[in-house]
């Protein structure tokens, strides 16, 4: 089973993480950010992922330190619960719809990690939380996971809408990069057969 734990901890954090990657979509997350853990709980939920993540941070200061390093902690746990990467599909694509709202999200779990955003996020913030820190969080997330991320909204009007989107595509694409392919379950997906570095 590929599965993980992370413990991370810091002067402004204390992150505990567990991904189960064949699972069913059950999570369990606890970030003192009620928008944030809704979303998370959204990815574990459309890429079946199981995802059990309870964090503690300055809250107190604001929300960005735990935004992202909620984010470092899930992607090592991903990266970790991945292994060597051997049969795994690699690459990964949704369009995600949330009704007036259409973005596209396209992964490649390449250990190159990267992430393009073409997001415009109308309104400063949904609920409490900043919208310019949904960038931190894929930024970091797409760092830690070592996948390349590429993130496009299409088009949208409602902030909640299209962050939700957003989430949404890193799931289905997620859940389509780490299947195995049995055509070549005992093969590193690349013609030279390692992943990372260059081309």
Request: aromatic share 6%.
């Amino acid at each position: 089973m590929r599965k993980s734990t992370v413990n991370r901890t810091t002067k402004e954090t204390t992150i505990e993480v567990e991904v189960q990657l064949d699972g069913s979509g059950k999570s369990e997350i606890s970030t003192g950010i009620g928008f944030l853990d809704h979303m998370l709980d959204q990815l574990s939920k459309h890429s079946l992922i199981d995802i059990k993540l309870q964090a503690k941070g300055d809250l107190h200061v604001d929300y960005h330190h735990t935004t992202e390093d909620s984010a470092i902690a899930l992607g090592e746990a991903f990266d970790k619960a991945l292994g060597d990467k051997k049969g795994i599909t690699r690459f990964g694509q949704a369009l995600s719809v949330m009704d007036e709202t259409l973005s596209r999200i396209v992964v490649d779990c390449s250990n190159r990690p990267y992430l393009a955003w073409r997001v415009k996020i109308p309104k400063p913030k949904v609920g409490e939380m900043d919208t310019e820190l949904f960038k931190e969080w894929f930024q970091a997330f797409s760092q830690t996971a070592g996948i390349t991320l590429h993130i496009e909204n299409l088009y949208g009007e409602n902030s909640h809408h299209i962050v939700e989107s957003c989430f949404k595509g890193l799931a289905r694409s997620l859940r389509e990069a780490i299947k195995i392919d049995n055509k070549r379950a005992n093969e590193i997906p690349s013609t030279k057969g390692t992943l990372g570095g260059s081309l």
